[in-house]
């Protein structure tokens, strides 16, 4: 048998593998902070995720867009005065909600046809960018810090050559596992909402970029000024450019905090050029085919805002003038104010809102605050070196967009700062690493060389406490917050799960009415399914005959919980929760209805089904049974008058159906509705007719012609 021989790696080969399992490690650590019992933690269903859930649902039922799903969102008629929406199955920017960028919807219409409709489906797509997001800061950061590491050791040190891992990996690698681990980073992973979705494109178009200028620099481990004196070969460093203004300008499609990421190049690259002629002859071409590349790329999406200003400008001047820390009509004085806010919710007061944050906490632990401090002042006597300078001009310009928030410090905008504020965190492990291993190697060990291990594992163990803080205060503390239930809408979310239990052809009506139902609708995974009403002494809506209902009465409506039982005795109730009260009504349950019947139909649309009459001393009330015989597209209004001989009214009332809108009806379905009319005090004697019908309030046109009730009961 031939002899087999071992194989040896190089010195080189194993640096490499030892990279490859430190950052898989990071990347594993990343993943189960962010995917364990994603579908149950945060509880319940957020409204905002739960809109988004509906979007990409709408997607995958190939609905047309725009969708508004809530009668809240009356904005869209301002937004389309000048131009009506174009109807479309594949928007270019969702309108619904204050209006969303179209890339995460799409994506989340991927996972919820490979999952279905489910809190997890929607979840799971800013969990995998969280994931991918530590991966892609490595990059920058390798990009830009490391792979010629910037010297942040005294001038007198010596390399330190005897790690496992190059030492120009340590600030990469640090990075990352401070973005595995950064309590924001980990909950607006968690959270079905745009934010992280935009952090792998940051981050890449700062890898692209500085990949584009690094290339083929000289291999030396200092990073001089300029940077530029090199010939470039153009077709490489070309493509390197095109790509980072691909995803500068595609970073438009995802959050609107995009919008300022391009100040970042702008800023840079005249200030580069400002101060290095060299960098001017080398890259202007480059630089102009990447801002080119930006443009062409977000072209699509800025017509549409040129079509349609409202949409660009609405959210911003929105964010900018909501909140406890807005100045109104000032808002350079908000975002003066809003300086100092931000930037002590690094330290020491965090954001207050629960369902962004642990009330209060920091952004920062206290071990990834003194990282970070030591990466800042470490890094800021390099200011004017252009990659330290790119550096704080990139945390600038991403603390943009809390800054400008009326209700800073949010920590959900400042999501865009998470990687760079991970790579100053890397930058400070570097630092500390140097300093300590040259205290122990030269004070201790009399050597020029780090041949310790202690200082490895300090550092390794301050990191993994920090890790074990962060999962400390997300799964424990802040999981067990008194209120994080009623912020993330788990009761809607309850409610939502147990209609969706009902037959496919069940109505399901709930009451009273609420501003937002995202919640309850994605549950039911079908907007359409639910049917809502104000809940009041007047309207009730009776389902349709032979089909079953399913009535969902809150406390806060007790007036339907008591009659109900009275008009079907055959209803049954369902398990009360604190948030509602089930009522049953089975498809074959007789209804306690009018007692006078009748069978007038208004234009084929609504047929009046009977009438019962009441009176007491000054007024007559009716209690009208109407039928949808069609789909009614307009809003009507209701009226019953009082007429004299001649055809004029001496007392009426005009209103709507109280509650529930004629646009509203299902076919089929039975609405009681009651009117109560003042009669005149001076009523001479006389025949009178009650007539009752339709109009549509903008015209004053009929639906169809008036029917007359005769009340026997009134004789004068």
């Known amino acids: 048998m031939p002899d087999r021989h071992p194989v040896t790696l190089s010195p080189r080969q194993l640096k490499v593998a030892h990279l490859v399992i430190i950052l898989t490690l990071i990347l594993l650590l990343a993943a189960f902070l962010r995917f364990w019992q994603l579908g149950s933690f945060p509880p319940g269903f957020y409204h905002d995720e739960a809109y988004n859930g509906l979007d990409a649902l709408s997607l995958t039922q190939g609905k047309t867009f725009p969708q508004f799903y809530e009668?809240?969102?009356?904005?869209?008629?301002?937004?389309?005065?000048?131009?009506?929406?174009?109807?479309?199955?594949?928007?270019?920017?969702?309108?619904?909600?204050?209006?969303?960028?179209?890339?995460?919807?799409?994506?989340?219409?991927?996972?919820?046809k490979l999952f279905g409709p489910t809190p997890f489906a929607i979840r799971a797509v800013p969990a995998f960018f969280g994931v991918l997001a530590v991966l892609t800061t490595f990059?920058?950061?390798?990009?830009?810090?490391?792979?010629?590491?910037?010297?942040?050791?005294?001038?007198?040190?010596?390399?330190?050559?005897?790690?496992?891992?190059?030492?120009?990996?340590?600030t990469p690698l640090a990075a990352a596992f401070a973005l595995a681990v950064l309590f924001p980073a980990v909950h607006f992973s968690r959270f079905g909402l745009r934010a992280m979705l935009f952090?792998?494109?940051?981050?890449?178009?700062?890898?692209?970029?500085?990949?584009?200028?690094?290339y083929q620099l000289p291999n030396h481990p200092i990073i001089n000024y300029p940077i530029t004196n090199y010939q470039l070969p153009i077709s490489r460093s070309t493509l390197y450019f095109l790509i980072s203004g691909f995803l500068v300008g595609f970073g438009l499609y995802i959050y609107a905090a995009a919008r300022l990421f391009p100040l970042l190049f702008i800023i840079f690259v005249l200030v580069w050029f400002w101060r290095d002629r060299a960098a001017l002859r080398a890259h202007w071409l480059n630089v102009g085919l990447m801002g080119g590349t930006a443009v062409l790329t977000a072209l699509p999406l800025l017509i549409f805002f040129w079509q349609y200003p409202y949409f660009f400008l609405f959210r911003m001047a929105y964010v900018a003038n909501k909140g406890k820390g807005a100045v109104e009509g000032k808002p350079y004085l908000t975002w003066l104010l809003n300086v100092p806010r931000v930037i002590g919710s690094f330290f020491w007061l965090g954001e207050t809102h629960l369902r962004h944050n642990l009330p209060g906490r920091p952004y920062l632990d206290p071990i990834q605050i003194i990282f970070f401090l030591t990466g800042i002042l470490s890094a800021i006597r390099r200011l004017f070196r252009p990659r330290i300078f790119f550096l704080f001009l990139w945390l600038g310009v991403m603390l943009l967009p809390t800054i400008m928030s009326?209700?800073?410090?949010?920590?959900?905008?400042?999501?865009?700062?998470?990687?760079v504020v991970a790579i100053f965190i890397g930058l400070g492990v570097d630092r500390v690493f140097s300093v300590q291993c040259s205290v122990f190697s030269k004070r201790l060990l009399k050597t020029e060389r780090c041949s310790l291990k202690t200082v490895q594992w300090l550092l390794i163990t301050a990191l993994l406490l920090s890790a074990a803080w962060t999962g400390y205060d997300y799964f424990?503390?802040?999981?067990?917050?008194?209120?994080?239930?009623?912020?993330?809408?788990?009761?809607?979310?309850?409610?939502?799960?147990y209609a969706a239990q009902a037959p496919e052809d069940a109505i399901i009506y709930l009451t009273p009415t609420q501003e937002e139902l995202a919640t309850i609708y994605f549950a039911l995974a079908d907007p359409e399914r639910l049917q809502d009403y104000t809940g009041n002494e007047t309207l009730l809506p009776l389902g349709v005959p032979g089909?079953?209902?399913?009535?969902?009465?809150?406390?806060?409506?007790?007036?339907?919980?008591?009659?109900?039982?009275?008009?079907?005795?055959?209803?049954?109730?369902?398990?009360?929760?604190?948030?509602?009260?089930?009522?049953?009504?089975?498809?074959?349950?007789?209804?306690?209805?009018?007692?006078?019947?009748?069978?007038?139909?208004?234009?084929g649309k609504i047929r009046l089904a009977g009438w019962t009459e009441s009176r007491a001393a000054d007024t007559v009330t009716f209690t009208l049974f109407w039928q949808a015989e069609e789909e009614v597209a307009q809003d009507y209004t209701a009226f019953i008058h009082l007429v004299d001989e001649t055809g004029q009214p001496v007392a009426q009332i005009d209103r709507p159906p109280d509650g529930r809108p004629t646009n509203d009806w299902l076919p089929g379905e039975i609405i009681m509705d009651s009117f109560t009319i003042p009669l005149p005090p001076d009523l001479p004697e006389g025949d009178y007719t009650w007539i009752t019908g339709f109009y549509y309030l903008p015209t004053l046109e009929r639906l169809g012609e008036a029917v007359t009730i005769e009340s026997a009961d009134f004789a004068d």
């Open 547 to 603: 089909k079953e209902s399913l009535y969902l009465i809150r406390p806060s409506d007790p007036i339907t919980l008591s009659r109900l039982p009275a008009i079907f005795p055959d209803g049954t109730f369902g398990p009360t929760t604190d948030n509602y009260t089930p009522f049953h009504v089975p498809a074959a349950a007789p209804r306690n209805l009018a007692q006078n019947r009748t069978d007038h139909s208004f234009a």
């Open 476 to 497: 424990v503390r802040y999981a067990n917050h008194p209120q994080i239930e009623a912020d993330f809408q788990l009761p809607d979310w309850q409610m939502g799960q």
């Open 406 to 419: 009326g209700d800073a410090p949010h920590f959900g905008r400042m999501t865009g700062a998470a990687p």
């Open 139 to 170: 990059l920058a950061a390798k990009a830009l810090i490391g792979d010629w590491r910037l010297e942040i050791r005294d001038s007198g040190q010596s390399p330190i050559s005897n790690l496992p891992i190059s030492q120009s990996l340590i």
């Open 71 to 112: 009668g809240w969102e009356l904005y869209a008629q301002d937004a389309h005065a000048e131009r009506p929406p174009v109807e479309t199955r594949f928007p270019l920017f969702f309108e619904g909600n204050y209006g969303r960028e179209p890339f995460h919807i799409y994506l989340m219409a991927l996972s919820v």
């Open 199 to 214: 952090v792998p494109v940051e981050t890449l178009a700062v890898y692209f970029f500085w990949k584009a200028v690094n």
